[in-house]
């Protein structure tokens, strides 16, 4: 009996204090803060911030996945909070955006950055410049080198397998 007693308690405590992690004081999980395109693109110039383009599709099983298990990763929330902004974008929608002084719907703007598969991350500069973009379901503890290396423009000076290689020798 005082077995299970310390065991039930061991076991309320760890899921208690790791529910505290999770859940910023005011009791919500934190999240990141998806704003609309041409917003994103101007707010990333005022903040001189990189903007994350994520296309995705509503039928699209991995578009899902990624939302859950990368964009509600606490390490992901807290990157992007701190250095980037953040969009997401239906590539079947017909509802209109801006993007350099044009106006496109977001079908269209999906073409105009070469979407060919869901999900797909675009990765844009503070200037609005095409940097790159992955298409494709990435993990949360794949997603965080890639934005640390673009984020800290270590693809000036290094390919992303010298970074990675640097990264994990620390």
């Not at 005011?26 to 693109?41: N, R």
């Not at 599709?57 to 939302?67: G, Y």
């Not at 095409?130 to 290094?158: C, Q, R, V, W």
Request: proline residues 4%; positive net charge; contains cysteine.
């Amino acid at each position: 009996m005082q077995r299970m007693y310390r065991l039930y308690t061991t076991i309320f405590l760890l899921i208690f204090f790791s529910a505290g992690k999770a859940f910023p004081e005011d009791g919500k999980a934190a999240k990141i803060q998806w704003i609309p395109f041409a917003e994103a693109i101007q707010k990333a110039k005022a903040e001189n911030k990189m903007v994350v383009v994520d296309f995705y599709t509503d039928w699209c099983s991995a578009c899902k996945l990624m939302e859950k298990n990368t964009y509600e990763n606490s390490n992901v929330v807290s990157f992007a909070q701190k250095k980037l902004i953040m969009t997401k974008v239906n590539a079947e929608s017909n509802d209109k955006t801006s993007f350099r002084g044009q106006d496109f719907t977001y079908r269209q703007l999906a073409l105009g950055f070469g979407v060919r598969a869901y999900p797909t991350t675009i990765f844009i500069t503070p200037q609005g410049e095409f940097l790159t973009n992955i298409e494709g379901y990435i993990p949360a503890d794949s997603f965080i080198p890639i934005l640390e290396y673009l984020d800290g423009k270590h693809y000036e000076t290094m390919k992303f397998d010298e970074f990675m290689a640097k990264r994990e020798a620390k």
